[in-house]
């Protein structure tokens, strides 16, 4: 590690250099290992050193890596019909690079629909109080949480927040153009919206002509146990978003939408969004989800993953107050918010990562290939830590 850090200050890091891995399990500069629970925040779904994806990434930068949208990119067409036909919607994609640049996306198709659409502008768009939509000075303003609005003022107009989704429909007026959700708040605690209720709204903001943007940053790519977590949900929504576990740990983020004329030349674009390197990533990362999700071994890993959260939750019941989420984006809820902070610097002393979700929530993002093994261990270790604190 270098004796002064050049890197601004923004994230309050802890001292470990990891410099390798293989599949869930990461080994740091001193030669100890770690199970991963946290894919990088849900980024490495398939897992960190993969053999064909470092492959076939190495076999496409040796060929070109970049032209610019300028051209015909193969890779991208590619990678386009591959995330739309595992989605199962009939939608096109807008590729950028990352989550927030894919809801800035989303935005923008909202805002034209509702510029073009009817005689009177429509721009509105609710969100939720404690969502999560990006570090972008308009996704911090779509973001509903407060806390996150210091500073960066005066922020876009047009954006409403709603404290529940029963709020939502009594926000809708006739200047309203969109609804963008999480179906799980990632970041807000892995907090589960209910399914029949998203669904009415669904139907709701259809019959009003609002679009309803899913925001499925972290949710998406088979997280939660199907492509999408709209598909989860059955839902069908207007514009999807996905990035984090999209390109396995290579920057990628994705606007989908049913609405696939809105935006036209010159209306967006991104200068590296879908070059060659990531498109090719995203592709051969779906790829492989897909036929892992159709060999049953995704639901298989499912289960047992949900099982020993259950078990733990049972075994202390005076820490943790219950287990939620889906697939496997998991969370133990806490019943004490300090504990949470120390629980987890007690478990990567014992050689497992695990991520802080919301006031009280300890998150679960494993890479979705981690192996029986590998979760076994690492529940070991955080067994360990749990009974240390
Ligand atoms: C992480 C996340 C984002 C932001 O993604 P970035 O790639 O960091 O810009 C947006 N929405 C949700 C739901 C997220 O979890």
Redesign the pocket.
């Known amino acids: 590690m270098l004796k002064n850090s050049y890197v601004m200050p923004t994230y309050a890091r802890a001292d470990i250099e990891f410099v390798s891995g293989d599949n869930a399990t990461l080994m740091d500069s001193k030669g100890r290992d770690y199970i991963d629970f946290t894919s990088g925040?849900?980024v490495v779904s398939i897992g960190h050193g993969d053999n064909v994806l470092a492959r076939t990434l190495a076999d496409q930068a040796k060929k070109i890596i970049h032209i610019s949208n300028l051209y015909y990119i193969e890779p991208q067409e590619r990678a386009a019909k591959k995330i739309v036909e595992a989605s199962g919607y009939d939608m096109k994609c807008f590729f950028g690079n990352?989550?927030?640049?894919?809801?800035e996306g989303a935005i923008k198709i909202a805002r034209k629909y509702g510029e073009v659409d009817g005689e009177l502008k429509r721009y509105k768009i609710i969100t939720l109080k404690h969502?999560?939509?990006?570090?972008?000075i308009t996704?911090v303003k779509a973001t509903g949480q407060e806390s996150m609005h210091n500073y960066f003022g005066p922020f876009p107009d047009g954006f409403v927040y709603a404290d529940t989704i029963d709020d939502i429909a009594g926000q809708v007026d006739e200047h309203t153009v969109a609804v963008m959700i999480?179906l799980i708040?990632?970041?807000g605690g892995v907090q589960p919206i209910d399914k029949a209720k998203v669904q009415k709204l669904a139907k709701f903001l259809k019959a009003k002509d609002v679009l309803l943007i899913v925001?499925?940053?972290?949710?998406g790519v088979y997280r939660t146990g199907e492509f999408t977590a709209s598909q989860v949900y059955e839902i069908e929504p207007d514009i999807i978003?996905l990035?984090?576990g999209l390109g396995g740990g290579v920057?990628i983020?994705v606007v989908m939408s049913g609405k696939k004329d809105v935006l036209g030349p010159g209306d967006h674009g991104s200068t590296f969004g879908g070059n060659y390197l990531s498109s090719t990533a995203a592709m051969t990362v779906v790829d492989f989800l897909t036929h892992y999700k159709e060999s049953g071994a995704l639901d298989e890993m499912i289960i047992a993953f949900s099982k020993k959260l259950e078990e733990i939750q049972k075994a202390h019941s005076d820490i943790f107050s219950e287990a939620v989420g889906f697939g496997l984006m998991r969370g133990l809820r806490m019943f004490d918010a300090d504990t949470l902070a120390r629980l987890i610097t007690l478990a990567r002393e014992n050689g497992v990562m695990v991520l802080r979700a919301g006031r009280n929530t300890l998150r679960f993002l494993p890479p979705l290939t981690i192996t029986k093994e590998e979760m076994d261990e690492g529940f070991k270790r955080l067994e360990k830590a749990i009974c240390s604190l």
């Open positions: 925040i849900g990352s989550g927030a640049e894919a809801n969502s999560f939509h990006g570090r972008t996704t999480e708040q990632g970041e925001d499925e940053v972290q949710t978003t990035a984090k920057p983020g």
